[in-house]
Every structure is written in C-alpha cells, then in structure tokens.
C-alpha cells in the first residue's frame, strides 16, 4: 500500500500543515475537495461586486452649495444641511 503527506501552505498564516501516512486515495480525494472548494471561492470573487464610495464632508458640502447657486435649494435649507454635515 502507498502512503502520503498532505502538506498545506495558506498564504498569510504562520503556521503550514501537514498530514503523514495517509493512503494515496485519501490524499488525493482531500486534494480534489481543496481545488473544489478553491474553485468555488475563485468564481465567487469573479462576480461583480458593489462597492461603495464614501464622500467626504468637504465633498459634501461643495455639492449642497452647487444646489444652492443653481437655485435648487434656498439658503435656508443650505445652513441647516451644512450645520447636519458639521455635526457628524
């Protein structure tokens, strides 16, 4: 009968692990599970993910006083959103 080791290197940890005397069958159907499973997280991060931008305060603020020239918000309105962004 053959035997195996299993090493196993994860990028990042400290430690690697290794399993020895394990038949080559064993060995190889762990082997086939870990490419699965690498497989599987591999297309997840292919997918389209939504990431979102924070704005600054400064940002924030710029778009609120180009509200205010263009006459969409009166000057009112603009004190109390800045005094809202100030406070955060």
Do not use: Y
């Amino acid at each position: 009968m053959l035997s195996a080791a299993l090493e196993i290197n994860v990028p990042g940890s400290f430690e690697d692990a290794r399993v020895d005397a394990i038949s080559k069958n064993e060995a190889e159907q762990i082997l086939r599970i870990i490419q699965e499973g690498v497989k599987k997280c591999k297309s997840q991060t292919n997918s389209p993910q939504v990431v979102q931008q924070e704005t600054s305060i400064a940002d924030e603020l710029a778009k609120i006083a180009g509200l205010k020239e263009q006459g969409i918000i009166s000057e009112e309105e603009f004190q109390t959103m800045k005094q809202k962004l100030l406070s955060k």
